[in-house]
């Protein structure tokens, strides 16, 4: 049994490893349709933090001064994160479109030659792109909320 675990978490860990290649994150994208899904994604991101930028919404005259020093906190952080969120998104629309340009009408995912210096080379800052915006975004939506049950 224990044979058997550790043979499967081998199997993971050196799969994973060898997804790290930029082509086979490149590959990883085009097979399961995820450049079209970040895309979108990345569009809603950008509708979402534009408003947040330039939301100038008070907290209720009615709470207590803690509630109002937080909801200031948080209204600024939201901002703060909601314009990082914006650069993320950003970066990743523009790297799918300088990739997909450079690529247009190659099969690199079942290639002959492999080139180490081909566009698929930058998947890493893509990936890390759809990352971060994803994650600056689960941040700025809490305190989205937050600031929409304080605010005026």
């Given at each position: ?11 993971i860990?050196?799969?994973?490893c ?79 479109v ?5 690529l ?11 080139r180490p ?7 890493y800052?893509?990936a ?22 304080h605010?005026?």
């Amino acid at each position: 049994m224990d044979n058997a675990f550790f043979s499967y978490l081998t199997f993971i860990a050196t799969q994973f490893c060898e997804l790290a290649d930029p082509l086979r994150i490149w590959c990883f994208y085009e097979k399961f349709g995820l450049r079209t899904i970040m895309m979108l994604v990345s569009s809603g991101i950008v509708a979402f933090a534009l408003p947040n930028i330039l939301d100038q919404s008070e907290c209720k005259a009615d709470k207590d001064a803690y509630i109002k020093s937080l909801f200031a906190k948080k209204h600024k952080r939201m901002r703060v994160n909601s314009a990082l969120m914006l650069i993320a998104a950003l970066i990743t629309i523009l790297t799918y479109v300088a990739i997909w340009n450079s690529l247009l009408g190659q099969e690199i995912c079942t290639p002959l030659i492999v080139r180490p210096d081909g566009p698929e080379r930058f998947s890493y800052s893509l990936a890390l792109a759809n990352i971060s915006s994803l994650a600056i975004a689960i941040v700025a939506l809490n305190q989205k909320i937050f600031c929409m049950k304080h605010k005026q």
